[in-house]
Nanobody, 117 residues
Framework: QVQLEESGGGLVQAGGSLRLSCAASGGLFGVLNMEWYRQAPGKQRELVARVNAGGGTDYADSVKGRFTISRDHAKNTAYLQMNSLKPEDTGVFLC???????????WGQGTQVTVSP
């Protein structure tokens, strides 16, 4: 069983930056695809960025050029560096881990990001 703990959310003005962290425990970090989703009020949960077990990355079009996802295998942690934040980035950011062998998906509790105009 994989446990995920997010941190790093908060309130920031438009144009500012935040770095989210997702610490994973209870599983082999090297076989996990790590993902960040955004849940905005009244909207469907959206995949924002993914870093796969091999290090390849994918981004939603809305965050390309502004967000960077990374992972540190020594710390079993994934990060989401968010720059040039916009009010429409506001939402709960949830970390997800998908075991590439079993395809089981695990979720963290989420961290709130609020971007003021």
């Amino acid at each position: 069983q994989v446990q995920l703990e997010e941190s790093g959310g908060g309130l920031v003005q438009a144009g500012g930056s935040l770095r989210l962290s997702c610490a994973a425990s209870g599983g082999l970090f090297g076989v996990l695809n790590m993902e960040w989703y955004r849940q905005a009020p009244g909207k469907q949960r959206e995949l924002v960025a993914r870093v796969n077990a091999g290090g390849g990355t994918d981004y939603a079009d809305s965050v390309k050029g502004r967000f960077t996802i990374s992972r540190d295998h020594a710390k079993n942690t994934a990060y989401l560096q968010m720059n040039s934040l916009k009010p429409e980035d506001t939402g709960v950011f949830l970390c997800s881990a998908v075991n590439v062998r079993t395809r089981l998906q695990y979720w963290g509790q989420g961290t709130q990001v609020t971007v003021s105009p």
